[in-house]
DNA sequence: GTCTATAGGCTGATAGAC
DNA sequence: GTCTATCAGCCTATAGAC
């Protein structure tokens, strides 16, 4: 690794970790040099504008995470049939180790990705970056469990979309709701019991599909 | 209505619409001015601070919301037994209808509050206005299904209300993952298919309870 | 209650030395 | 590649006329 790129990746974690904490337009260039010991001028240089900073901040670990759930997707595919719940682990368990395993930037990522989904602004960034593979899982989820229509599996996955951000951003909504007596921190329990949630809930709606509602 | 109580709405009419496009920070208070038709100086004689402006805006319909929540869960609680599905429509519907017949402002209320709960820095006003009735959706899902631990009740509950945001923020992303066939606009048509959805999943998560997992 | 003018500070970006 | 100095613009908040 050059030491333009040795310094890139040291604006990039201090970007992650103060867009995640503040959010974007709290922090503010200064800042991000600040925390990463370099002068401001430095980061307009590599990366030409706080826009495109913080798309590369996106982008380093979306190309990551999206990698490692293909190869979980292809791995599920070559034992007939696939289940529902093959397909959630899929899904979540390449994210649950690199938060685990893979450095405290991930726990960073995963705020930063709850604030930029939400946010109007950036929606084009995050379809852009995880669309693809969106599409594969919803095929995924629609092949497992055949009486799901195509608009079923897609609502579906938006949902455990949902959760799963929720999960990763681990900030203290459950804490306090709980009064203290769970904690948001640790994902993998957190994982362990999405899992049954979700294979439940995508059973339900299948289930929705066949059965005609008390009111008809 | 007085006259300045008329000139309050005007201006958190216009605040919230800002806000809710372009997120807190983006907005300034001269855009709010000149989106409410006001001078500059008369946002901060009413309300004191931008910050404050924003309070505002979040507890003006978040009291309406949770009233009605709670009269939905009194009229459900009258009939026993109480199910799962009941306690999920007693969530659901008063957010629905107000989102339905509640006027335009609902809409921009939705995607504010989706920006808001994943904010790290409004995370105390949220739960301070949301938080009360939390607990009694709780206590509501855990009476109704025995099954459910209060560590499962809470941690549904916040899965619960990560779908619900995502619903009513209406953003794109389903119309995007569903190549437009899908349109996220429908809330009612998305609160119908989350019910059977949501039903499931605690349904799962109680089985997941009781029943060991299969590694065990 | 309403409106105007302005103070004081912070912002993103860049020109130019090294 | 790195660092410094600086510019022009926008921000919130307020003092004071009406």
Redesign the pocket.
Known sequence: M???ER?QAVILDAAEARFAEAGYDT?????VADGAG?????I???F????KLFEAVIARRADELNTRRREALVQIGKAAPTTIEAVLRAFLRPYLELTRDGGPGWRSYGKLIAQTGQSHRWGNLITNRFGEVAGLFIDALAKAEPRLTREMAARGYVHMVSIMVGIFAANETLDIVSSGKVTSGDVERACDSAIPFLAGAFEGLAASATAPSPAE
């Open positions: 050059g030491k333009a310094t922090v503010s260039m200064r800042d370099v002068p401001l001028g430095l307009n240089y590599h030409g504008s706080k826009e």
